[in-house]
């Protein structure tokens, strides 16, 4: 699966593929028909605790990707990126909407690592954990 992110207020392409948005709140000033989702998963958004927790502590990028992570193992974050999986196998391309201004640094970036496997969450047996334990197991020579 390949897996792109983008601003939800830009507009719809035929390249988006399956388009998701990952944010808990709906973006303002936007219709549903305008944003032409496949599926909104807010399971995979930021609590919003931590939602507001980053939005006053900005420069504490690192910080808020490990408390993301953490959020990202649990059973309803697990369920959810097992819909985004399953939307992959369909679609084959996946865009990750989010409504952030800050293009660098949102949880959608966060989220394409995860789901590209750069970086697993740190604990739970979601999706993104057995696979990742598979290629580990794949990896070991035989003994």
């Known amino acids: 699966m390949t897996v792109n992110i983008k601003r939800i207020y830009e507009l719809p392409?035929?390249?988006?593929?399956?388009?998701?948005?990952?944010?808990?709140?709906?973006?303002?000033?936007?219709?549903k028909q305008a944003a032409a989702l496949d599926a909104w998963l807010k399971d995979l958004a930021p609590s919003d605790e931590l939602r507001k927790w980053y939005h006053a502590h900005r420069q504490q990028w690192a910080k808020f990707r490990e408390k993301y992570l953490k959020e990202l193992s649990t059973e309803k974050a697990a369920?959810?990126?097992?819909?985004?999986?399953?939307?992959g196998k369909q679609h084959r391309v996946v865009t990750l909407l989010y409504s952030s201004t800050d293009q660098e640094r949102n949880n959608a970036v966060v989220?394409?690592?995860?789901?590209e496997g750069d970086r697993k969450p740190p604990t739970g047996t979601g999706p993104v954990r057995v696979s990742a334990t598979k290629r580990a197991r794949a990896a070991r020579p035989n003994s």
């Open 13 to 31: 392409s035929p390249e988006d593929g399956a388009r998701v948005l990952v944010d808990r709140l709906w973006p303002r000033g936007l219709t």
């Open 79 to 87: 369920a959810a990126l097992q819909q985004l999986y399953d939307l």
């Open 111 to 115: 989220l394409k690592q995860v789901v």
